[in-house]
Antibody, heavy 118, light 109 residues
Framework: EVQLVESGGGLVQPGGSLRLSCAASGFAFINSEMNWVRQAPGKGLEWISYVSSTGSLIYYADSVKGRFTISRDNAKNSLHLQMNGLRAEDTAVYFC???????????WGQGTLVIVSS | EIVLTQSPGTLSLSPGERATLSCRASQSVIGNYLAWYQQKPGQAPRLLIYGTSSRATGIPDRFSGSGSGTDFTLTISRLETEDFAVYYCQQYGSSPPITFGQGTRLEIK
């Protein structure tokens, strides 16, 4: 069974940093493209980042470019999102997702809540 | 960036009825690379359809997708109570960035 478990969310002050992690199991992580998608409270879905299976190809949404960094550790079956310079508008539930193909996400974690507030 | 506009914002129907959800793109979606997701409160989204019309694993055949270019449709042939949720379309042909529609809430009438 495919499992994705996010961690690392919490309350952080504006300008602060957080590192989210996503532990993957039940599938060949090393062969899988991965994404991060977020959802602000009561709002819709926003894709924020993609990484290819080898980590050689990375994309970001403009809203996080230069502040967030996606990475993966294929030896540890884990995906990460380093978030710096956090803003109030980054408050959201952050989901990691395995791509069926490209950025079509066929398996999602349960999400981790990030709150940016003073 | 391709903007996806979903309509209606809210759709009120009864179990057994047919639901038709629309997703219109601001420009042609390359390869008709359009997906649909279902999301229930407090849950992660669930992939229903990708490539405009391919059902994801385990998705019942009452869900179908169609369209091309800028106009796409998700149809649920006979609504069941578990189908009442929010539905999002997503384009992935012109990426980055991937974009989602704002969602259609399907509620019980």
């Amino acid at each position: 069974e495919v499992q994705l478990v996010e961690s690392g969310g919490g309350l952080v002050q504006p300008g602060g940093s957080l590192r989210l992690s996503c532990a993957a199991s039940g599938f060949a992580f090393i062969n899988s493209e991965m994404n991060w998608v977020r959802q602000a409270p009561g709002k819709g879905l926003e894709w924020i980042s993609y990484v290819s299976s080898t980590g050689s190809l990375i994309y970001y949404a403009d809203s996080v470019k230069g502040r967030f960094t996606i990475s993966r550790d294929n030896a540890k079956n884990s995906l990460h999102l380093q978030m710096n310079g956090l803003r109030a508008e980054d408050t959201a539930v952050y989901f990691c997702g395995r791509a069926l193909v490209a950025q079509v996400i066929d398996n999602w974690g349960q999400g981790t809540l990030v709150i940016v507030s003073s | 960036e391709i903007v996806l506009t979903q309509s209606p914002g809210t759709l009120s129907l009864s179990p057994g009825e047919r639901a038709t959800l629309s997703c219109r793109a601001s420009q042609s979606v390359i390869g008709n690379y359009l997906a649909w997701y279902q999301q229930k409160p407090g849950q992660a989204p669930r992939l229903l359809i990708y490539g405009t019309s391919s059902r994801a694993t385990g998705i019942p055949d009452r869900f179908s997708g169609s369209g091309s270019g800028t106009d796409f449709t998700l149809t649920i042939s006979r609504l069941e109570t578990e189908d009442f949720a929010v539905y999002y379309c997503q384009q992935y042909g012109s990426s980055p960035p991937i974009t989602f529609g704002q969602g259609t809430r399907l509620e019980i009438k």
